[in-house]
């Protein structure tokens, strides 16, 4: 493991943990047949060389056999091969390393410790009352066995019928990617509203952070607003270390779903928690663990049915914390120059962008140079400017006479509305839904109640849908359909006409000639 830049950690521990059942098999193998000899009467030395001889094969091509089963796992692409790679090798090593020491060390200890059988030595009690039964378990087991081989037809019937039985359980238990796991962290994603402005979202998430100390099983919490993946002034983030069991009853889950009442009573802000995980194949950073992701080319229809595939997820039962990264209800404002007054004031365009810059931009006017750092001094407007009523009528600007003009009398400011952010996936614009589980829901319920109710809003066929993450990582689900035809197919296909309309739309954006690609089966 050294010699291949591997180390000691829940992979590794994993494959050690699971090869102790193979590595001993060769080993027994190889000490029962040379047992076998002894108590036939051949010295120990000659049995071992007797018995390894005969088994010295089997236990090469066992290990073979053993070996070919996880070469797969080793050459395993996308983050999945990534992560049990690692997996395959420790395990593969063990096993062939077993057999090395099967075929060498296992005989040699046999010539030198097993003593010569006596037929009049039965060893202690225990050892005579478990020779009687395993001789009893022995004949039992010819006795089924010769039942078995004379009833064919009953035999077969049975092994046919648990095929089936195991096909019609894999369809019908719920699936899962990894298993919720409980560190004892929680990361907390906060929301405002689209146009809170810095000072009030901090009091809010403060507010927030105050009750969930509040809370007897939480150590610490780290609160933040922007920056990172979310650079959104209206997002937050924390991160909230739990105490460690058993000091801490409640399980994670129950912890979860108590911070969230609590949370609850913070108007004006929402709070989405999510367990932290070990491992986490998320596509994209979201405030919930799985996402739901829609892409279309047409902006305004993906924001509209994205709402409303939204407010349908919210009423799936078992899925809570749904929320989406669409956020279109912000305000811009905009500054509107009254041109024909401004030339007869004798004030420039760029005379109105410069001073609106000084007041509540980052102009560095001048640096202050100390023995050992420099500071950079930044011109900006008192708080009294920074309402959008006060800013006009209070900024003056200079005209070219020298006079000092309200900026109020050569523009206004209008409010519109605007999008906070814009996502892609790939070239596409699109929107990603995120959800969590509750206790005692399989993921594979979640994925399939949501395709469900997608197609029952009949989604139009422009917009494409898949799940992100481990979402996408479910054992047994298969691609996701066509929003057009239904059919298995990825959307790139120029078999489905739907398929074809979102190629031709991405083509006409990015270059005339962008190339066909051939149908293809996910």
Same mark, same amino acid.
């Given at each position: 493991?050294?010699?291949?830049?591997?180390?000691?950690?829940?992979?590794? *521990?994993?494959?050690?943990?699971? $090869?102790?059942?193979?590595?001993?098999?060769?080993?027994?193998?190889?000490?029962?047949?040379?047992?076998?000899?002894?108590?036939?009467?051949?010295?120990?030395?000659?049995?071992?060389?007797?018995?390894?001889?005969?088994?010295?094969?089997?236990?090469?091509? /066992?290990?073979?056999?053993?070996?070919? +089963? !996880?070469?797969?796992?080793?050459?395993? &692409?996308?983050?999945?091969?990534?992560?049990?790679?690692?997996?395959?090798?420790?395990?593969? *090593?063990?096993?062939?390393?077993?057999?090395?020491?099967?075929?060498? #060390?296992?005989?040699?200890? $046999?010539?030198?410790?097993?003593?010569?059988?006596?037929?009049?030595?039965?060893?202690?009690?225990?050892?005579? @009352?478990?020779?009687?039964?395993?001789?009893?378990?022995?004949?039992?087991?010819?006795?089924?066995?010769?039942?078995?081989?004379?009833?064919?037809? *009953? /035999?077969?019937?049975?092994?046919?019928?648990?095929?089936?039985?195991?096909?019609?359980? !894999?369809?019908?238990?719920?699936?899962? !990617?990894?298993?919720?796991?409980?560190?004892?962290?929680?990361?907390?994603?906060? +929301?405002?509203?689209?146009?809170?402005?810095?000072?009030?979202?901090?009091?809010?998430?403060?507010?927030? =952070?105050?009750? *969930?100390?509040?809370?007897?099983?939480?150590?610490?919490?780290?609160?933040?607003?922007?920056? &990172?993946?979310?650079?959104? #002034?209206?997002?937050?983030?924390?991160?909230?270390? #739990?105490?460690?069991?058993?000091?801490?009853?409640?399980?994670?889950?129950? +912890?979860?779903?108590?911070?969230?009442? %609590?949370?609850?009573? =913070?108007?004006?802000?929402?709070?989405?928690?999510?367990?932290?995980?070990?491992?986490? =194949?998320?596509?994209?950073?979201?405030?919930?663990?799985?996402?739901?992701?829609?892409?279309?080319?047409?902006?305004? %229809?993906?924001?509209?049915?994205?709402?409303?595939?939204?407010?349908?997820?919210?009423?799936?039962?078992?899925?809570?914390?749904?929320?989406?990264?669409?956020?279109?209800?912000?305000?811009?404002?905009?500054?509107?120059?009254?041109?024909?007054?401004?030339?007869?004031?004798?004030?420039?365009?760029?005379?109105?962008?410069?001073?609106?810059?000084?007041?509540?931009?980052?102009?560095?006017?001048?640096?202050?140079?100390?023995?050992?750092?420099?500071?950079?001094?930044?011109?900006?407007?008192?708080?009294?400017?920074?309402?959008?009523?006060?800013?006009?009528?209070?900024?003056?600007?200079?005209?070219?006479?020298?006079?000092?003009?309200? #900026?109020?009398?050569?523009?206004?400011?209008?409010?519109?509305?605007?999008?906070?952010?814009?996502?892609?996936?790939?070239?596409?614009?699109?929107?990603?839904?995120?959800?969590?589980?509750?206790?005692?829901?399989?993921?594979?319920?979640?994925?399939? %109640?949501?395709?469900?109710?997608?197609?029952?809003?009949?989604?139009?066929?422009?917009?494409?849908?898949?799940?992100?993450?481990?979402?996408?990582? +479910?054992? &047994?689900?298969?691609?996701?359909? $066509?929003?057009?035809?239904?059919?298995?197919?990825?959307? @790139?296909?120029?078999?489905?006409?739907?398929?074809? /309309?979102?190629?031709?739309?991405?083509?006409?954006?990015?270059?005339?000639?962008?190339?066909?690609?051939?149908?293809?089966?996910?």
């Amino acid at each position: 493991m050294y010699a291949l830049g591997l180390s000691i950690d829940n992979i590794s *521990l994993l494959a050690l943990t699971l $090869c102790v059942g193979f590595v001993v098999d060769d080993a027994i193998v190889m000490l029962e047949n040379i047992v076998r000899h002894v108590e036939l009467g051949q010295k120990p030395f000659a049995a071992a060389l007797i018995g390894s001889r005969e088994v010295g094969f089997t236990i090469l091509s /066992m290990t073979m056999s053993l070996i070919a +089963v !996880f070469i797969p796992v080793i050459f395993m &692409g996308g983050i999945i091969g990534r992560m049990f790679s690692e997996f395959g090798y420790v395990i593969g *090593l063990a096993i062939l390393i077993s057999c090395v020491v099967s075929l060498t #060390l296992t005989p040699m200890l $046999c010539s030198r410790l097993i003593q010569e059988h006596d037929e009049h030595d039965k060893g202690w009690f225990l050892l005579r @009352w478990f020779d009687l039964f395993f001789t009893g378990l022995t004949r039992g087991y010819q006795t089924t066995l010769r039942w078995a081989v004379n009833a064919p037809a *009953l /035999m077969l019937t049975i092994t046919l019928a648990t095929f089936v039985v195991t096909g019609i359980m !894999f369809v019908n238990i719920p699936k899962g !990617f990894f298993p919720q796991e409980d560190a004892g962290l929680i990361s907390i994603s906060t +929301v405002g509203p689209d146009d809170v402005s810095f000072d009030a979202m901090a009091a809010r998430q403060q507010a927030v =952070v105050a009750e *969930l100390r509040k809370d007897p099983d939480v150590l610490s919490v780290i609160s933040s607003i922007g920056g &990172g993946a979310s650079s959104q #002034l209206n997002s937050g983030r924390m991160f909230m270390q #739990l105490r460690d069991k058993p000091a801490r009853k409640d399980k994670i889950d129950a +912890v979860i779903k108590r911070l969230g009442e %609590e949370a609850a009573k =913070v108007p004006g802000i929402s709070t989405y928690f999510q367990a932290v995980q070990s491992i986490n =194949v998320g596509a994209t950073s979201s405030r919930s663990q799985y996402q739901y992701a829609l892409m279309s080319p047409d902006i305004d %229809e993906l924001r509209a049915n994205a709402q409303k595939v939204q407010a349908r997820m919210a009423q799936i039962p078992g899925i809570s914390g749904v929320n989406s990264d669409l956020q279109i209800k912000a305000r811009d404002a905009v500054v509107e120059i009254d041109r024909n007054n401004a030339a007869k004031l004798g004030v420039t365009v760029d005379q109105i962008r410069s001073i609106l810059y000084s007041a509540y931009g980052t102009n560095q006017v001048s640096t202050i140079y100390a023995p050992e750092n420099t500071y950079e001094v930044i011109l900006e407007a008192s708080d009294d400017y920074s309402s959008t009523q006060n800013m006009m009528r209070k900024l003056n600007v200079r005209s070219n006479s020298g006079a000092l003009i309200p #900026l109020d009398s050569v523009a206004h400011i209008v409010e519109k509305p605007a999008a906070v952010s814009l996502s892609h996936i790939g070239q596409l614009p699109s929107v990603t839904i995120s959800f969590n589980l509750q206790p005692g829901v399989a993921l594979s319920q979640a994925v399939a %109640e949501i395709q469900k109710a997608t197609q029952e809003l009949d989604v139009p066929a422009s917009i494409s849908t898949q799940f992100q993450g481990n979402g996408a990582a +479910v054992p &047994g689900l298969a691609s996701p359909a $066509c929003r057009s035809c239904y059919s298995r197919r990825c959307w @790139w296909s120029t078999s489905c006409s739907a398929s074809s /309309m979102r190629a031709s739309s991405i083509r006409s954006q990015f270059s005339p000639a962008f190339p066909r690609r051939a149908s293809a089966p996910c």
